[in-house]
């Protein structure tokens, strides 16, 4: 069942993803209002403000009949506080102007590391999502910021969690840009063989499933649903091929899987010593830390057969073609 | 009673002893809302109080209707926690009733032990109070099987059949009883084996294989925790009665002359490796019931259903099928409809009895200078007197004689004279390896084991039953003087249905099964065989392929047999080749494809002499594996006015098609290798593959519907031995054969083989077929060989292409120091080529130095091995230890060589 398109807010438009939501439902009928803290100049209606904030978070969504919530502090290194007050307090402002105004729908975008514990994931569903368990600051926030969404759905509020899985494409400063900017620094290390399958998803794709959750809200409401390409490569093959495709030089060193943890290990010590002293910049972009060696040691493949029926949507654009895209994109 | 009485009864302990009933604490397995007491008078008319799993309320209060009861019977020392699954998986309409007999289980503790006489008594009584009612099947286990066929045979009116799990219902006299009972029967260790310690109840659950949870072994002992309250434990084992005055002999031999009465369906589930019910009472039962369906496990032990709780299913399907053969408009038996077909029957023909049969060539017979020669009528007169010196050695009709002998004339004489007595002949394949040939005859049980000296040790080896007859050296010679003096008369009409043969099949996985044709099938096979290839007087072969050419004689064609290990095709040279091509002037030459790959290998040794005479024979036929088109254009660069066919078939239907592969053929969109056409009088019908995978019910013939294939013909099996499941499973619908392989028919009706069944991929967009992939990603330059494999959980399963590229080939690998069978990803450009042309969505490429090969096929690829290598390496069990696991594990020699 399918619903005519209506109003909708789109937070995190800044991002690679949200951006890629906000043009794809104005291109299917929406009339897309985006949120965020700078103006962005772009083809929709704004609303400036900071996701921290419950006054603008009211004023975003008052007058809508969706929301879809990107918005969320993503880096891998940061104080809990500053997680928790973005991404589940941020999520929580959400519903509750939702509430205030009645209900509507909500997609509220998640991620696969929710339920992830560190070990390999082989043809999986989408696990319940675990704060006490999930990896890191990052995915525990997000956790508890999903199980606040999924709770959230009754009578007035449709609600759903869609968790994409490691999302690139052209324009991505997360997955593509680190892996780009370390191999041209010689930096860039695969993780033991390189062999472990992994799911990833081009954002075309991603922005996709998630304006199908927001249409199919009744198929899909309650419910947590990974999405990724479907097509697990090799990570070694995987990024090998992002590299060849931003004109970078292909990783040549190979760190031991176990080694690779403690440097992790290593590293976030640092960088939280670092950040503890007063006066020195932040460091925001370390070499590796323990979550990023864990995602690139373990296998991490989903299974999509209930998403794809739940959502009725296919990835259309294949990694091959994305690879190609991102090449034309990096004009390599 | 004439074991000595050692229970003192002591009343006054009674109350403590005798707790009635289902303890509180809940019991793996068991739902307490079966458990009930239920009152009944005893033999002797005394009330006692009975604990009995029963699902009878539990229906009732559903108002469900009772199409049928199952009333089972524990053995010593079990209690009815034996049943826990039966009642647990009982479909609709069916009551089970699951005693625990009187001083047993949780019933009443009694002042004073029960024969088997009372113990019927006692069954009816309490079946009588229960208001069982409606058709009933007895379910029995150990000693539980003579007091339910006691109790079957008092209820003739209500028993719609008897279910018989590890059991006895004849104790012979002269035979030894069980080593492990007589012990536990010695007057001065019953009572402490049985009674005053829990060594009896402990040493049953022990016994399984594998294992039981200790929890489920502490359930079983639950209510025998006192030496009171295992009295009836030691005395049910005095109660066996293997004393020809024993007081319950009587009772017991009654049984056992009724049970032969017993016209009802009946299941034998048996485990052989049973220290006290071996298979000699398997083999007594089945002499009482021959119409039984038996479900043989091997490995399985006392416990059966313990041990393979698939056991439980197969008797509710087994119980299923006996209500739907009841019901009207039932599938008439499948043999009636494979009545029709050619036959030729399998006696030596004798039509031109001058004419030379067999001509042996090589070590076995006689020597290339002075082969053994034998004509139709000497073979004739040979078979029928070995016939005669078999009978004189105790072999009669429908017995089964294992035939452990090289191919030759010895082999020929000694299978002919096994029909001509209307006996079985059992054959197991050398190539199954010892251990599993030795495990395959053991189970076919046979009565006798006729083979070399060498065979015969080995069947005393593995246990193989049976009396032996030594056919080695003069042996052979001196049972055929010995029948031609005697004038044993030898059967005259043979039925057709009745077993001719069980022959050993090449599975790869498990234990081998047997499968049983009957004499008609045998027959119908001779026929195909002879109509399919055309063999006409005037033809005459050369037999480097065992099972062909067995039917020489009955065909009336003669047949050399090359100077050649026939047991090893691969030793077959060119030159020993045209020898027997020449000895015979052959027409035909069957050989293997390892036999033909010698040959090519070995003709530069060929004179110009046999060069000519190799350009003489019409037809190779080869078999026993996909023969590649190069090899046979290679032989027919050698054998210059040959045509080449390669049939298709497996054991339990041969042949089912037949191809030449050097045709030039239209090719297929979908690909897999063609096999041919269906051979005249057999019929292919496609069972479609659905998404996650599992082949239809109903068969079709749609050109490019990929399923699993499935034949029917008049020389397909009567039934795999003592497999009733397997053979429910394999013969549907009734009178096919599912062969387990997976192809299509194309539009012209020819059928190509995609893989096993077992190898399909199920991914997430449906399911995957390994060859056609295979062959695409075969086509690319540079590629030794290409495997498919999927990896991941089944209906999301992904696909991996696993390559050995041609510089990685074996030694070049091994001397630029590369682990053997080490692995990595394929490079990307390589990656890239395989997934331009796989046609499915590939995941990974990796590339190894070989391929695994099964152990029993050398040409098979290994592909559950691979698929456990590449999930090892592409679901990271991992990084650090990929490459110390994979040496680790692959210690088996280098071979590469695919399907």
């Given at each position: 069942m399918t619903t005519r398109p209506g109003r909708v807010l789109v937070t995190g438009a800044s991002g690679m993803l949200g951006g890629a939501v906000a043009d794809l439902l104005a291109d299917r009928g929406w009339d897309v209002t985006v949120m965020q803290r700078r103006t962005a100049g772009g083809r929709h209606r704004e609303v400036l403000g900071d996701i921290r904030d419950g006054e603008a978070v009211s004023r975003a969504v008052s007058g809508?009949?969706?929301?879809?919530?990107?918005?969320?502090?993503?880096?891998?290194?940061?104080?809990?506080?500053?997680?928790?007050?973005?991404?589940?307090?941020?999520?929580?402002?959400?519903?509750?102007?939702?509430?205030?105004?009645?209900?509507?729908?909500?997609?509220?975008?998640?991620?696969?590391?929710?339920?992830?514990?560190?070990?390999?994931?082989?043809?999986?569903?989408?696990?319940?999502?675990?704060?006490?368990?999930?990896?890191?600051?990052?995915?525990?926030?997000?956790?508890?910021?999903?199980?606040?969404?999924?709770?959230?759905d009754d009578g007035a509020l449709a609600s759903t969690a869609i968790r994409p899985h490691l999302v690139w494409g052209p324009g991505d400063t997360q997955l593509v840009g680190r892996i780009a900017e370390r191999a041209r620094q010689g930096r860039l290390a695969l993780v033991g063989a390189g062999t472990v399958l992994v799911d990833t998803t081009y954002v075309d794709n991603a922005a996709e499933a998630i304006a199908a959750a927001l249409e199919r809200i009744e198929h899909a409401r309650g419910q947590a649903l990974v999405v990724t390409n479907g097509e697990p490569r090799p990570i070694g093959e995987l990024v090998a091929g992002i590299c060849h495709a931003v004109g970078a030089p292909a990783p040549r060193l190979h760190l031991p899987s176990p080694l690779a943890w403690t440097l992790g290990a290593a590293v976030e010590g640092v960088v939280a010593a670092a950040q503890a002293l007063p006066g020195l910049p932040p460091i925001t972009q370390p070499p590796m830390t323990r979550f990023l060696a864990e995602q690139l040691s373990s296998a991490h493949w989903f299974d999509q057969r209930h998403t794809r029926e739940t959502l009725d949507w296919a990835p259309r654009v294949g990694i091959d073609e994305g690879l190609e895209r991102l090449a034309a994109a990096a004009g390599t | 009673m004439a074991a000595p009485r050692q229970r003192i009864h002591d009343p006054a302990r009674r109350s403590a002893v005798d707790a009635v009933g289902l303890p509180r604490r809940p019991l793996p397995g068991l739902d307490p809302a079966w458990s009930r007491v239920v009152l009944a008078p005893d033999a002797e008319g005394l009330t006692r109080r009975w604990h009995v799993l029963d699902n009878g309320p539990l229906l009732a209060r559903a108002e469900g209707e009772v199409q049928g009861t199952v009333l089972a019977v524990h053995g010593n020392p079990t209690w009815s926690y034996l049943w826990r699954r039966i009642l647990d998986q009982a479909p609709t309409g069916w009551r089970v009733i699951a005693v625990d007999q009187l001083g047993m289980g949780w019933s009443e503790r009694t002042e004073s032990p029960r024969t088997l006489a009372q113990r019927v008594a006692d069954l009816s009584s309490l079946t009588e109070r229960l208001g069982v009612s409606g058709p009933v099947v007895t379910l029995a286990h150990d000693w539980g099987g003579p007091i339910s066929l006691g109790w079957a045979l008092r209820h003739r009116d209500q028993l719609a059949g008897v279910v018989l799990t590890n059991?006895?219902?004849?104790?012979?006299?002269?035979?030894?009883?069980?080593?492990?009972?007589?012990?536990?029967?010695?007057?001065?260790?019953?009572?402490?084996?049985?009674?005053?310690?829990?060594?009896?109840?402990?040493?049953?659950?022990?016994?399984?294989?594998?294992?039981?949870?200790?929890?489920?072994?502490?359930?079983?002992?639950?209510?025998?925790?006192?030496?009171?309250?295992?009295?009836?434990?030691?005395?049910?084992?005095?109660?066996?009665?293997?004393?020809?005055?024993?007081?319950?002999?009587?009772?017991?031999?009654?049984?056992?002359?009724?049970?032969?009465?017993?016209?009802?369906?009946?299941?034998?589930?048996?485990?052989?490796?049973?220290?006290?019910?071996?298979?000699?009472?398997?083999?007594d039962l089945l002499r009482r019931l021959p119409h039984a369906d038996v479900q043989r496990y091997p490995g399985a032990s006392h416990l059966v259903l313990e041990d393979r709780p698939e056991g439980v299913g197969v008797i509710w399907g087994w119980l299923e099928d006996l209500l739907d053969d009841a019901a009207p408009g039932a599938p008439e038996h499948p043999s009636a409809a494979r009545a029709s077909g050619a036959r030729v029957p399998i006696r030596v023909d004798t039509s031109r009895p001058e004419d030379v049969a067999v001509v042996e060539l090589g070590s076995s017979g006689g020597t290339a200078a002075a082969p053994r020669r034998v004509t139709f009528g000497e073979l004739d007169t040979r078979v029928d007197a070995l016939a005669r010196g078999l009978a004189a050695r105790g072999v009669r009709p429908g017995d089964r004689v294992a035939v452990l002998v090289p191919p030759g004339v010895d082999l020929t004489t000694v299978v002919y004279a096994v029909w001509r007595l209307g006996a079985v002949v059992v054959i197991a394949d050398a190539g199954l390896g010892l251990g599993r040939l030795g495990a395959a005859l053991a189970g076919a049980r046979p009565a006798h084991v006729i083979g070399i000296d060498r065979a015969l040790a080995l069947a005393a080896l593995t246990r193989v039953p049976g009396a032996r007859l030594r056919v080695g050296g003069d042996a052979l010679d001196e049972l055929v003087a010995d029948g031609a003096r005697t004038g044993t008369a030898l059967p005259t009409d043979?039925?057709?249905?009745?077993?001719?043969?069980?022959?050993?099949?090449?599975?790869?996985?498990?234990?081998?099964?047997?499968?049983?044709?009957?004499?008609?099938?045998?027959?119908?096979?001779?026929?195909?065989?002879?109509?399919?290839?055309?063999?006409?007087?005037?033809?005459?072969?050369?037999?480097?392929?065992?099972?062909?050419?067995?039917?020489?004689?009955?065909?009336?064609?003669?047949?050399?047999?090359?100077?050649?290990?026939?047991?090893?095709?691969?030793?077959?040279?060119?030159?020993?080749?045209?020898?027997?091509?020449?000895?015979?002037?052959?027409?035909?030459?069957?050989?293997?494809?390892?036999?033909?790959?010698?040959?090519?290998?070995?003709?530069?040794?060929?004179?110009?002499?046999q060069r000519q005479v190799l350009a003489g024979p019409r037809l190779v036929l080869s078999a026993g594996a996909p023969v590649p088109a190069e090899l046979l254009r290679a032989v027919r660069a050698i054998l210059t006015g040959a045509q080449t066919q390669t049939p298709y078939g497996m054991t339990e239907a041969l042949p089912v098609a037949t191809h030449d592969p050097t045709t030039p053929g239209r090719d297929d969109d979908r690909g897999g290798v063609c096999v041919g056409r269906p051979v005249p009088g057999v019929e292919v019908g496609i069972a479609v593959l659905d998404d996650a995978g599992v082949p239809a019910e109903e068969l079709g013939t749609a050109p490019g519907a990929v399923g699993e294939i499935v034949v029917r013909g008049p020389h397909v099996k009567d039934r795999y031995d003592r497999q009733w499941a397997a053979q429910r499973g394999s013969a549907r619908p009734a009178g096919w054969h599912r062969t387990g392989d997976v192809g299509h028919l194309d539009d012209e009706g020819r059928l190509w083989v995609e893989g096993r069944l077992a190898h399909v991929?199920?991914?997430?967009?449906?399911?995957?077929?390994?060859?056609?992939?295979?062959?695409?990603?075969?086509?690319?330059?540079?590629?030794?060989?290409?495997?498919?494999?999927?990896?991941?959980?089944?209906?999301?399963?992904?696909?991996?292409?696993?390559?050995?590229?041609?510089?990685?080939?074996?030694?070049?690998?091994?001397?630029?120091?590369?682990?053997?069978?080490?692995?990595?990803?394929?490079?990307?450009?390589?990656?890239?080529?395989?997934?331009?042309?796989?046609?499915?969505?590939?995941?990974?490429?990796?590339?190894?130095?070989?391929?695994?090969?099964?152990?029993?096929?050398?040409?098979?690829?290994?592909?559950?091995?691979?698929?456990?290598?590449?999930d090892g390496i592409l679901h990271g069990r991992g990084g650090r230890t990929v490459t110390g696991w994979v040496t680790g594990r692959s210690r088996r020699a280098p071979r590469t060589r695919s399907r």
């Open positions: 809508q009949d969706a929301v879809a919530h990107l918005a969320a502090k993503v880096d891998v290194v940061g104080s809990w506080r500053d997680f928790v007050d973005v991404n589940v307090r941020g999520t929580r402002r959400v519903i509750e102007a939702l509430r205030a105004q009645g209900g509507g729908r909500l997609v509220q975008v998640s991620s696969p590391s929710v339920a992830h514990t560190g070990r390999s994931l082989v043809g999986a569903g989408a696990g319940p999502a675990s704060p006490m368990r999930a990896r890191g600051h990052y995915a525990r926030t997000k956790a508890a910021a999903e199980l606040f969404a999924l709770e959230a | 059991t006895a219902v004849h104790q012979p006299v002269e035979h030894a009883a069980p080593a492990v009972i007589r012990l536990a029967r010695a007057p001065m260790l019953l009572a402490r084996v049985c009674r005053s310690t829990p060594a009896f109840v402990r040493g049953t659950t022990a016994l399984s294989v594998p294992p039981l949870p200790r929890e489920v072994r502490d359930a079983f002992a639950a209510p025998y925790t006192t030496a009171d309250r295992r009295s009836a434990v030691a005395d049910f084992v005095r109660d066996i009665p293997f004393e020809p005055d024993h007081p319950s002999r009587a009772a017991l031999d009654e049984i056992a002359a009724g049970t032969a009465t017993l016209d009802v369906p009946a299941l034998l589930l048996w485990g052989p490796r049973d220290p006290v019910f071996s298979e000699r009472y398997l083999e043979l039925p057709e249905d009745a077993d001719g043969a069980v022959l050993f099949t090449s599975g790869a996985t498990g234990p081998p099964k047997g499968v049983v044709y009957t004499r008609r099938g045998l027959a119908a096979q001779v026929a195909l065989l002879r109509d399919t290839f055309g063999f006409g007087p005037g033809e005459r072969f050369v037999a480097a392929f065992a099972p062909f050419a067995l039917y020489g004689p009955a065909l009336g064609l003669p047949s050399a047999v090359p100077d050649m290990d026939v047991t090893a095709p691969h030793t077959l040279t060119a030159a020993a080749l045209a020898d027997a091509v020449a000895a015979v002037d052959a027409t035909m030459v069957f050989a293997a494809p390892a036999a033909l790959r010698n040959v090519v290998a070995t003709a530069d040794d060929l004179t110009p002499a991929l199920t991914t997430a967009d449906g399911p995957v077929t390994p060859y056609p992939v295979e062959d695409r990603v075969r086509e690319l330059p540079g590629l030794a060989d290409a495997a498919v494999v999927g990896v991941g959980p089944g209906g999301a399963e992904l696909v991996v292409l696993v390559l050995v590229p041609e510089e990685r080939g074996g030694l070049l690998a091994r001397v630029r120091g590369a682990a053997p069978g080490s692995g990595a990803l394929a490079p990307p450009d390589l990656a890239g080529r395989v997934r331009a042309v796989a046609g499915v969505p590939v995941a990974a490429v990796l590339v190894r130095d070989w391929l695994p090969v099964d152990v029993r096929h050398a040409s098979k690829v290994d592909r559950a091995a691979l698929a456990d290598w590449a």
